[in-house]
């Protein structure tokens, strides 16, 4: 008898432990930044990535890499997404974003925060990422004017080894245009959490303001969870 209350007890005192690493992780990941990286193609967004990425450690995660990295690994999944590709069709967006739901997933433990560049592309793609994964905490929005993507752009197709059939102006344009579009309706839907950034400035201007808005919220995060204590 004496054994047994002694063994419900040590069982007792596991699953107190086991709640109380669960809590504990649930409260850290509630308090890491989840930041939406907004701009068209030639903005200079991948720059002020990489400097985010350095003075703060946080994970940059790029659909177009997360899809990339998954045909190359082989698996089921990554020859489906590749059989899409090949065929010139467009990889759907719960595709999209379960990818970036595992990769969030499997780096919360270890994550200081989280860039998610160039996503969403259109506003519903926002709505089912806040739905599905966690509420973004800010969207950085890298604005350029056409002329100056356009202009970035060729002068990169220009000394790209590669030469693609849809780098001229015209398509340029055209692909920007849809852009425009596109995140109008997300800068509108997503305004009061929007950081909008005049990115035809000097790079560590840009950074400049870019690292207040981060603190900002990083400031905002940590009084929550003082408050939660």
Known sequence: MLFMCHQMAMKKEAMEKLKAEELRRARAAAEIPIIWILGGPGC?????CAKIVEK????HLSSGD?????????SDKGRRLQEVMSSGGLVSND???SLLN?????????????????????????????IRVAPA???????????TMVQRIMARAAASAVKREDDNENTIRARLQTFRQNTNAILELYD?????????????????????AIDCVLKKKQQKAAAQC
């Open 44 to 48: 200079g967004k991948g720059t002020q």
């Open 192 to 212: 009061a959490k929007t950081l909008t950034i005049n990115a035809e400035r000097d790079v560590d201007d840009i950074f400049l303001e870019v690292v207040q």
């Open 137 to 147: 905490d800010l969207a950085l929005y890298f604005e350029c004017s056409e002329d």
């Open 95 to 97: 595709e999209v974003l």
């Open 56 to 59: 703060y450690g946080f994970t």
């Open 102 to 130: 595992d990769a969030i997933t499997r780096s919360k433990g270890v994550s200081k925060g989280f860039l998610i560049d160039g996503y969403p592309r259109e506003k519903n793609q926002g709505v089912e990422f806040e």
């Open 66 to 74: 997360l899809l990339r990295n998954e045909v190359a690994s082989g």
